[in-house]
Protein backbone atom coordinates (compact mmCIF):
# COMPACT_ATOMS: atom_id res chain seq x y z
CA UNK A 1 0.00 0.00 0.00
CA UNK A 2 2.93 2.60 0.97
CA UNK A 3 4.78 1.80 -2.34
CA UNK A 4 1.71 2.24 -4.52
CA UNK A 5 1.60 5.69 -2.54
CA UNK A 6 4.98 6.33 -3.69
CA UNK A 7 4.29 5.07 -7.01
CA UNK A 8 1.24 7.43 -7.09
CA UNK A 9 2.73 10.77 -6.06
CA UNK A 10 5.86 10.32 -8.32
CA UNK A 11 3.44 10.17 -11.55
CA UNK A 12 1.76 13.18 -9.98
CA UNK A 13 4.69 15.17 -9.55
CA UNK A 14 5.89 13.83 -13.11
CA UNK A 15 2.51 15.02 -14.69
CA UNK A 16 1.87 18.10 -13.03
CA UNK A 17 6.31 19.37 -14.20
CA UNK A 18 5.02 17.73 -18.00
CA UNK A 19 1.68 19.52 -17.58
CA UNK A 20 3.40 23.14 -16.68
CA UNK A 21 6.01 22.53 -19.47
CA UNK A 22 3.50 22.30 -22.35
CA UNK A 23 1.48 25.21 -20.66
CA UNK A 24 4.66 27.01 -21.83
CA UNK A 25 5.06 25.53 -24.80
CA UNK A 26 7.65 22.83 -24.58
CA UNK A 27 6.82 19.22 -24.97
CA UNK A 28 8.71 18.57 -21.92
CA UNK A 29 9.98 19.52 -18.29
CA UNK A 30 13.73 19.47 -19.19
CA UNK A 31 13.16 21.53 -22.33
CA UNK A 32 11.24 23.83 -20.77
CA UNK A 33 14.07 24.00 -17.46
CA UNK A 34 16.40 24.33 -20.39
CA UNK A 35 14.80 27.51 -22.08
CA UNK A 36 14.69 29.55 -18.47
CA UNK A 37 18.56 28.76 -18.23
CA UNK A 38 19.16 29.96 -21.45
CA UNK A 39 16.63 33.31 -20.61
CA UNK A 40 18.66 33.35 -17.57
CA UNK A 41 21.85 33.69 -19.35
CA UNK A 42 20.71 36.59 -20.90
CA UNK A 43 19.71 35.37 -24.44
CA UNK A 44 17.07 34.80 -26.66
CA UNK A 45 15.06 31.65 -26.28
CA UNK A 46 15.37 30.17 -29.90
CA UNK A 47 12.83 26.97 -29.28
CA UNK A 48 12.20 25.23 -32.23
CA UNK A 49 12.91 27.75 -34.76
CA UNK A 50 14.57 25.81 -37.27
CA UNK A 51 14.09 22.57 -39.70
CA UNK A 52 17.21 20.58 -40.83
CA UNK A 53 16.37 18.39 -44.02
CA UNK A 54 18.08 14.81 -43.96
CA UNK A 55 17.43 11.43 -45.12
CA UNK A 56 16.35 8.66 -43.81
CA UNK A 57 17.60 5.90 -46.30
CA UNK A 58 14.88 5.47 -48.75
CA UNK A 59 12.60 8.65 -46.75
CA UNK A 60 13.18 12.44 -46.89
CA UNK A 61 12.66 13.48 -43.40
CA UNK A 62 12.88 16.91 -41.54
CA UNK A 63 14.34 17.29 -37.45
CA UNK A 64 13.42 20.43 -35.69
CA UNK A 65 15.84 21.07 -33.47
CA UNK A 66 14.62 21.98 -29.50
CA UNK A 67 17.19 25.34 -29.29
CA UNK A 68 19.15 27.39 -31.66
CA UNK A 69 21.96 29.03 -29.75
CA UNK A 70 24.89 31.79 -31.13
CA UNK A 71 28.28 30.64 -31.21
CA UNK A 72 31.86 31.74 -31.20
CA UNK A 73 32.40 31.85 -34.45
CA UNK A 74 29.52 34.03 -35.83
CA UNK A 75 27.32 31.12 -36.55
CA UNK A 76 25.10 29.21 -33.83
CA UNK A 77 24.50 25.53 -32.91
CA UNK A 78 22.02 22.81 -32.19
CA UNK A 79 21.03 21.82 -28.23
CA UNK A 80 19.01 18.94 -28.43
CA UNK A 81 17.24 17.65 -24.86
CA UNK A 82 16.72 14.41 -24.31
CA UNK A 83 15.10 11.71 -21.55
CA UNK A 84 15.03 8.99 -23.40
CA UNK A 85 17.48 8.36 -26.34
CA UNK A 86 15.75 5.78 -28.52
CA UNK A 87 17.79 3.84 -30.66
CA UNK A 88 15.30 5.42 -33.57
CA UNK A 89 16.86 8.85 -31.88
CA UNK A 90 20.64 7.87 -31.81
CA UNK A 91 20.12 6.45 -35.50
CA UNK A 92 18.91 10.09 -36.75
CA UNK A 93 22.12 11.64 -34.57
CA UNK A 94 24.34 9.97 -36.84
CA UNK A 95 22.25 10.56 -40.31
CA UNK A 96 22.48 14.00 -39.30
CA UNK A 97 26.28 14.30 -38.63
CA UNK A 98 27.16 12.29 -41.47
CA UNK A 99 24.90 14.48 -43.76
CA UNK A 100 25.78 18.28 -42.14
CA UNK A 101 29.15 18.12 -41.09
CA UNK A 102 29.00 21.61 -40.83
CA UNK A 103 26.30 21.89 -38.79
CA UNK A 104 27.02 21.63 -34.67
CA UNK A 105 24.83 19.36 -33.35
CA UNK A 106 25.08 18.93 -29.17
CA UNK A 107 22.79 16.71 -26.59
CA UNK A 108 21.62 17.89 -22.99
CA UNK A 109 20.50 14.66 -20.95
CA UNK A 110 18.42 14.71 -18.20
CA UNK A 111 20.66 11.79 -16.94
CA UNK A 112 24.04 11.59 -18.91
CA UNK A 113 24.72 8.05 -16.93
CA UNK A 114 21.61 6.22 -18.36
CA UNK A 115 21.86 2.57 -20.13
CA UNK A 116 21.21 2.47 -23.44
CA UNK A 117 18.86 -0.21 -23.17
CA UNK A 118 17.83 -2.21 -19.47
CA UNK A 119 21.71 -3.96 -18.82
CA UNK A 120 23.79 -2.30 -21.55
CA UNK A 121 27.05 -1.87 -20.52
CA UNK A 122 26.77 1.45 -22.29
CA UNK A 123 25.51 4.41 -20.72
CA UNK A 124 24.52 7.60 -22.56
CA UNK A 125 27.44 9.39 -22.31
CA UNK A 126 29.68 6.40 -23.44
CA UNK A 127 28.28 6.27 -26.38
CA UNK A 128 29.00 10.23 -27.27
CA UNK A 129 32.51 10.14 -26.21
CA UNK A 130 32.76 6.95 -28.35
CA UNK A 131 30.90 9.00 -31.37
CA UNK A 132 32.23 12.22 -30.55
CA UNK A 133 28.94 13.76 -30.20
CA UNK A 134 28.98 16.88 -27.95
CA UNK A 135 26.84 16.67 -24.93
CA UNK A 136 26.06 17.65 -21.41
CA UNK A 137 24.13 16.36 -17.93
CA UNK A 138 20.78 18.59 -17.13
CA UNK A 139 21.99 21.80 -18.07
CA UNK A 140 23.69 23.88 -21.19
CA UNK A 141 27.22 24.11 -19.64
CA UNK A 142 27.78 27.82 -19.02
CA UNK A 143 31.15 27.80 -21.83
CA UNK A 144 28.28 27.30 -24.17
CA UNK A 145 25.96 30.00 -23.01
CA UNK A 146 28.70 31.93 -22.84
CA UNK A 147 29.99 31.80 -26.82
CA UNK A 148 27.27 33.73 -27.60
CA UNK A 149 27.15 36.19 -25.23
CA UNK A 150 31.01 36.48 -26.40
CA UNK A 151 30.41 36.84 -29.92
CA UNK A 152 27.37 39.41 -28.81
CA UNK A 153 29.68 41.89 -26.99
CA UNK A 154 32.29 41.69 -29.85
CA UNK A 155 29.68 43.13 -31.85
CA UNK A 156 28.72 46.52 -29.51
Wanted: charge should be neutral; hydrophobic fraction near 30%.
Amino acid sequence: MIMWLIVKRRVATISKRRSLAIARGYRSGLEDKTAQQINEAGLDVLYETDKVKYTWPERQSTYTPDFKLPSSDGGFFYVETKGIWSVEDRQKWHLLHDQHPETDFRLVFSNQNARLYKRSPTTYAAYCDKHNFKYANKTIPQDWLDEGKEQSDDTE
